[in-house]
């Protein structure tokens, strides 16, 4: 059983450049989230979503695009790289609400210089 | 408003038991939820609360105080894999159900 699956695992962007991350998920969970950690802080939500078609915006969605066209996928968007982005992004599901616990991908360590 | 509070670092003792507090100020609040992390890994789930007193796990409890806005988390029979950062984190029920995360507690364990 995979899981939340999340690539690339490692990116290093220039500035204004665009990228995907994508993150799958094979348990049919209907919630979806995207996160970022910089370094010795928590975890700061960008977007998320409860069902296919259906997305919101977290604390920090400024810079990001999301879409959820399937229960499994949800990747998360940088249009133009900017050095703020530089962070490690959590991809994470639950089944059917918030208040239970969250199953994370292994995250993507970006770079932007 | 939406802070959450823990404190930045913690040592102890191999054997030992330790307690990680978390302080949080959200309005429409919903449960509070403890999670690990070991250092470059994605974090994963301890405990959630959403009525007050303590819960018990194995060698970890997580305890809850609604009308006090604090949590702990116990962490008994201390081993060296525990050394981690621990991760408090509130939901905030409105429209939003978002799960706001503290800046987390690191563990470090010794010998």
């Known amino acids: 059983n995979a899981g939340v699956t999340q690539t690339p695992k490692f990116r290093i962007l220039k500035i204004g450049q665009s990228m995907t991350l994508q993150c799958t998920q094979d348990?049919?969970?209907?919630?979806m989230y995207w996160y970022r950690q910089d370094p010795g802080m928590g975890l700061k939500l960008i977007y998320y979503?409860?069902?296919?078609?259906?997305?919101d915006k977290g604390e920090v969605p400024n810079g990001y695009n999301v879409s959820r066209s399937t229960t499994e996928d949800f990747p998360l968007r940088l249009e133009l790289a900017a050095p703020s982005q530089t962070s490690v992004y959590f991809c994470?599901?639950?089944?059917?609400?918030?208040?239970?616990?969250?199953?994370f991908g292994s995250g993507t360590q970006l770079s932007v210089l | 408003g939406q802070n959450i509070d823990q404190p930045t670092e913690m040592t102890a003792t191999e054997g030992a038991i330790v307690q990680i507090n978390c302080t949080y100020q959200?309005?429409?609040?919903?449960?509070l939820f403890w999670y690990q992390q070991h250092a470059g890994e994605a974090p994963t789930f301890l405990s959630y609360?959403?009525?007050?007193g303590l819960e018990e796990k194995g060698r970890f409890s997580s305890f809850l105080s609604r009308s006090k806005g604090y949590s702990y988390l116990l962490l008994k029979e201390l081993q060296m894999k525990d050394s981690a950062s621990y991760l408090c984190?509130?939901?905030?029920?409105?429209?939003?159900?978002?799960?706001?995360f503290g800046s987390g507690t690191r563990l470090l364990v010794r010998p």
């Open positions: 609360n959403v009525l007050d």
């Open positions: 984190a509130a939901l905030k029920e409105d429209s939003s159900y978002k799960l706001i």
């Open positions: 994470a599901s639950s089944l059917r609400t918030p208040n239970e616990k969250l199953f």
């Open positions: 959200t309005s429409g609040f919903n449960g």
């Open positions: 979503s409860v069902g296919a078609g259906i997305t």
């Open positions: 348990m049919n969970h209907n919630y």
